[in-house]
């Protein structure tokens, strides 16, 4: 029978959260969980509500409505607290969700942690920052730097596709080095992705086989001359067999650097995080998480 004590955490501030903190309280209680819902004040983070809401040892797991943002603005409280963690997702892209099969309806990711067991899954790591899904250098930072909270709150992902149109014809290549297993490569490239989880960017597939609990990084670089090959590199992107063009670098690892001539931004789980040089680790089965059973 479904049971546990949960603290709800919602982003208000998620392009549903406002009018989904009611409806998430409601779903986890219909599924059976006793609820206690911790309402962050203005500027806390949500590894401070996390910290400040369970500090009464009286819940089994900590439940987060929000989208990829938020739930890596968990990790440090969750690693701290060591419960495990259930997703309700109310982002944007929701790729996290959609890695671990969690459906992104309400009420059935409800049932999900209320009746699935929390499986392991693995962190990577960029300069300190533990990130959930893929970290990236080169054009998807460029996008979220121009991808506004407003604009995701207005269009979804559609804000995505209009900013991406726009900012693609200006990308260029730009010079870095990966160090990894040994090798020490110099290339030109549009973008650098490292992948921990399968699905970023609200559509974009990391490795069609990759998965959060696998225990490796899956890494691609776009080594493109120009820009509009990555339009015709999009349904390989989407399907995550970009690694079959000449023109993409793919390869699994455990760790890697990336230098770049000057300091380039790294788009963490959809935030701005840290710049190059990028020292990568990747954490196996770092934290619990309330999702179906891998498919096998």
């Avoid at 030109?188 to 609200?202: A, D, F, M, P, W």
Wanted: hydrophobic share 45%; net charge positive; charged share 20%.
């Amino acid at each position: 029978m479904p049971g546990g004590h949960a603290l709800l955490i919602v982003n208000r501030h998620a392009r549903n959260g406002a009018e989904s903190a009611a409806a998430a309280r409601a779903a986890l209680v219909e599924a059976g969980l006793t609820v206690a819902e911790f309402e962050a004040p203005a500027g806390m983070s949500c590894t401070e509500a996390i910290l400040a809401g369970t500090a009464g040892g009286d819940v089994d797991r900590v439940v987060v409505g929000g989208g990829d943002g938020t739930l890596n603005g968990a990790i440090p409280g969750l690693l701290q607290v060591g419960l495990p963690l259930g997703i309700l997702p109310l982002g944007t892209a929701n790729d996290l969700a959609r890695s671990l099969g969690i459906p992104l309806d309400l009420e059935a990711a409800a049932q999900v942690i209320a009746t699935e067991a929390a499986r392991p899954i693995d962190l990577g790591e960029v300069n300190g920052h533990r990130y959930f899904n893929v970290a990236s250098i080169g054009f998807s930072a460029e996008l979220a730097k121009e991808m506004k909270a407003e604009a995701k709150r207005r269009w979804g992902k559609l804000g995505y596709a209009i900013a991406a149109f726009g900012l693609l014809r200006r990308a260029r290549p730009f010079t870095a080095t990966l160090i990894h297993d040994g090798q020490v490569k110099r290339i030109r490239t549009i973008q650098v992705s490292v992948g921990n989880g399968k699905h970023h960017g609200g559509g974009m597939t990391v490795a069609e086989d990759a998965r959060p609990d696998d225990g490796v990084f899956d890494v691609y670089s776009l080594e493109v001359e120009h820009w509009w090959r990555l339009v015709a590199l999009l349904p390989w992107l989407r399907s995550g067999t970009q690694g079959r063009w000449k023109d993409v670098r793919a390869f699994r690892t455990t760790a890697l650097e990336l230098r770049t001539r000057r300091p380039r931004a790294v788009n963490t789980d959809g935030e701005l995080t840290t710049h190059t040089p990028a020292v990568f680790r990747l954490h196996p089965a770092a934290l619990r998480v309330f999702a179906p059973p891998p498919a096998a």
